[in-house]
């Protein structure tokens, strides 16, 4: 029996997946898998027995990958399940930023007792006019699941769209609109274009893309939308754009002390996901891969072990070994068998940075002597019977 711990509250459209091999614990301690959204694991002590971890969404930045990596447990998310639900926020502050909706509707709550509102209205409403999106330039920097979507969706309501990601997947391509124009530098989306919208991870490398010196690049009165990392821009920077005109307004999905109430920046609750078709999406895609893993050993959508997958094993056992990425572990786990008598009848071996992840399908059952010696080789984290 497996147990599996809910960190957060999980869609019950995700958790009726689980199989009867599988039982809910509120024992952290004991769990086999954890199920996770927001809640922070940095400050967590993780279990002994813990084998995965799946993160019910996108961004991974409470969870410990590093610490993880080194103790065996995979760390699961699950990217594009909540891709449309943030395509759609994006697209409505593009819309709250071209035309001062928020403000003429606080006009309207405020005039509320005012009998002849509807005249008022008509010589009130030129101070919230704005703009059609339509015909102008969306730049769209990081093409992935929610990129991609975000600049289909443009293409569809006529704004001349262009993307620009270095590390563009063959699966992104295919999905995007041939509209869309692909540039090779980030800088022409900063000096060409009327709305800019961020989707890219937070790493060191993009930390604070947007500061003074982007924003110098960029065009007068730009709109700046963010719905992925409120660290991807300097916020600092973004309100003296604003304040300077240079930035017409801050779309923000982030809600901070930075940012929040002041003048040109619009900032939403952290409500990207935050939709009944994301979470219930979100829950199923993590069920199913850290049922996958349990079961089969078999890694799809991990952030810190690389991708492996030998389907349903057949044969008598199979073994996963978590490992450095260094060389002749390989010889040394399939002389280990070898010494034993044991043949190896399929083997598959993955590697992702200075880690790797080894599955071993054997026609013997492996003998705890085995594993013993496996754990025992320089280089290995964990190793697991599957089978």
């Not at 391509?173 to 060409?192: E, G, T």
């Not at 947007?210 to 409120?230: H, P, Q, T």
């Not at 002389?335 to 044991?342: M, R």
């Amino acid at each position: 029996m497996y147990q599996i711990n809910c960190l957060n509250p999980i869609a019950d459209v995700g958790l009726k997946n689980f199989s009867d091999k599988y039982q809910i614990t509120a024992d952290v301690q004991e769990a086999d898998g954890i199920l996770v959204r927001s809640a922070s694991m940095h400050e967590m002590e993780i279990p002994a027995g813990l084998l995965a971890v799946a993160r019910a969404g996108a961004g991974v930045n409470n969870i410990p990958l590093d610490k993880c990596a080194e103790k065996g447990v995979v760390v699961f998310n699950t990217p594009g399940a909540n891709a449309n639900g943030v395509k759609e926020l994006v697209l409505a502050g593009m819309l709250l930023a071209a035309r001062d909706v928020i403000g003429g509707i606080d006009w309207v709550r405020a005039s509320a007792d005012n009998g002849d509102i509807a005249k008022a209205a008509e010589k009130e409403k030129k101070n919230f006019a704005g703009t059609e999106i339509m015909g102008k330039k969306l730049g769209v920097i990081g093409l992935g699941a929610i990129g991609v979507k975000v600049a289909n969706a443009a293409v569809s309501l006529g704004m001349d769209v262009y993307g620009y990601d270095p590390y563009l997947s063959v699966n992104a391509a295919w999905n995007l609109s041939r509209s869309v124009k692909h540039v090779l530098n980030v800088d022409d989306i900063y000096a060409d274009c009327d709305y800019i919208t961020i989707h890219v991870p937070l790493l060191d490398s993009t930390k604070g893309m947007i500061n003074a010196v982007s924003i110098a690049k960029m065009k007068e009165g730009v709109v700046l939308l963010n719905f992925a990392r409120d660290l991807l821009a300097n916020e600092k920077d973004v309100l003296e754009g604003l304040q300077s005109g240079k930035i017409a307004r801050y779309v923000s999905d982030f809600p901070n002390p930075t940012t929040a109430g002041q003048k040109g920046c619009i900032v939403i609750p952290h409500l990207g996901a935050s939709t009944e078709e994301s979470e219930d999406n979100c829950a199923v895609m993590a069920v199913e891969e850290i049922m996958d893993y349990l079961e089969n050993g078999n890694i799809r959508n991990s952030v810190n072990y690389p991708a492996c997958d030998m389907g349903i094993c057949s044969k008598a056992g199979r073994v996963a070994i978590f490992h450095k990425n260094i060389p002749n572990l390989i010889t040394q786990f399939t002389a280990a068998f070898g010494v034993k008598g044991i043949n190896i009848s399929d083997m598959t071996n993955k590697s992702r940075g200075e880690v790797a992840y080894t599955m071993i399908d054997v026609e013997s059952a492996p003998t705890a002597e085995i594993i013993e010696a496996l754990e025992k080789i320089d280089g290995v984290f964990r190793v697991r019977v599957v089978k």
